[in-house]
């Protein structure tokens, strides 16, 4: 079992940064993929970046440019650094983290809201 936990969202005008954490504990030996994810109000979920256990990355084109995802294995955490932040960027981003059986695993979300 992976446990994951986000934090890090709030309220920030169009332009600013936030930086996501999501810290993992359990069974993190068996995990080979974490992504950040968001969902705004009557859409669907999204992937918005991943990381690999091999530390290759993956964005979607809609924040290529101004996220970056990393992770700092000491402290079993995975960074979501979001700069320009755009109104359209609103929404509730979750963590999730795949493991080698094929399980997934999903944190409670943080919110994320970009005023204009």
């Known amino acids: 079992q992976v446990r994951l936990v986000e934090s890090g969202g709030g309220l920030v005008q169009a332009g600013g940064s936030l930086r996501l954490s999501c810290a993992a504990s359990?069974?993190?030996?068996?995990?080979?993929?974490v992504g950040w994810n968001r969902q705004a109000p009557g859409k669907q979920r999204e992937l918005v970046a991943y990381?690999?256990?091999?530390?290759?990355?993956n964005y979607a084109d809609s924040v290529k440019g101004r996220f970056t995802i990393s992770r700092e294995n000491g402290k079993n955490t995975v960074y979501l650094q979001m700069n320009s932040l755009r109104p359209e960027d609103t929404a509730v981003y979750y963590c999730?983290?795949?493991?080698?059986?094929?399980?997934?695993?999903w944190g409670q979300g943080t919110q994320v809201t970009v005023s204009s």
């Open positions: 359990g069974s993190i030996f068996s995990i080979h993929r």
């Open positions: 999730n983290a795949d493991d080698l059986a094929g399980s997934g695993y």
């Open positions: 990381i690999t256990s091999g530390g290759s990355t």
